[in-house]
């Protein structure tokens, strides 16, 4: 069945430092890779997404990159700050169908 | 503009009741998704409603149902709550997929089963 995958469950970094979340797909017919983000006690919200035909996309200091053949994609936010300390979670889905599924989660946590 | 919106905040129910969430989605916003998120754990796909009919449907029992209204608002309904059905259902909306694919969710109702 549909499935996504997403490591690690926690992250620690030190303020300043990069983190990286990746996570794997298992349905070939999902295009559509968005982000959220959710804060304690609040609703996901989306942070960033990316489409099949696009490789990575980058957004001031987030960035997301795909790899369709091997089913990969991962989150990355460069020079990280005590506030992007929430729970990422990843989904896929396919274009127009508005089905997500999503991973289980990472736990960042951003060490000032 | 608001956003998406639902009720109750909070819901305390026992084993055997029978229970009914509200969605109203972002204006303009035609399709409603329902989402259970088990503490700890990423959403899982309930339903979804689209001109007032259930378009497409996770892997939940019939005793989860819901409704959409002509102005696009959205109900849950979940019959014989079980101990396992506590959780937070969210609440998705989306313009036509023409438009975009992002689906903006609502701060959810916290259900808590006895």
């Known amino acids: 069945g549909e499935n996504v995958e997403q490591h690690p469950s926690t992250l620690s970094v030190q303020e300043g430092d990069s983190a990286v979340i990746k996570c794997t797909y298992s349905?070939?017919?999902?295009?559509?890779f968005p982000w959220y983000k959710q804060e304690l006690g609040k609703r996901p919200q989306l942070i960033i997404d990316i489409r099949s035909n696009v490789g990575e996309k980058k957004d001031q200091r987030i960035a997301v990159t795909l790899n369709k053949t091997a089913k990969h994609f991962s989150l990355h936010i460069t020079e990280t700050q005590p506030e992007d300390s929430a729970v990422y979670f990843c989904?896929?889905?396919?274009?127009?169908?508005?089905?997500?599924?999503f991973g289980t989660g990472t736990r960042l946590k951003v060490l000032a | 503009d608001a956003g998406v919106t639902q009720s109750p905040t909070h819901l305390i129910k026992t084993r055997g009741q029978q229970v009914t969430l509200r969605c109203s989605p972002k204006?303009?916003?035609?399709?409603v998704s329902w989402y259970q998120q088990a503490l700890g754990q990423g959403p899982q796909f309930i339903f979804q409603y689209y001109e007032e009919e259930e378009r497409q449907r996770g892997n939940f029992p019939d005793r989860f149902s819901g409704h959409q209204f002509p102005n696009y608002s959205s109900e849950l309904n979940v019959n014989a709550l079980l101990l396992g059905d506590s959780a937070l259902y969210l609440c998705a909306s989306s313009l036509p997929s023409f438009v975009t694919d992002t689906q903006y969710f609502g701060p959810g109702t916290r259900l808590t089963v006895l």
């Open positions: 349905d070939s017919a999902s295009n559509y």
């Open positions: 204006s303009g916003h035609d399709t």
């Open positions: 989904a896929a889905s396919s274009l127009g169908t508005y089905k997500y599924i």
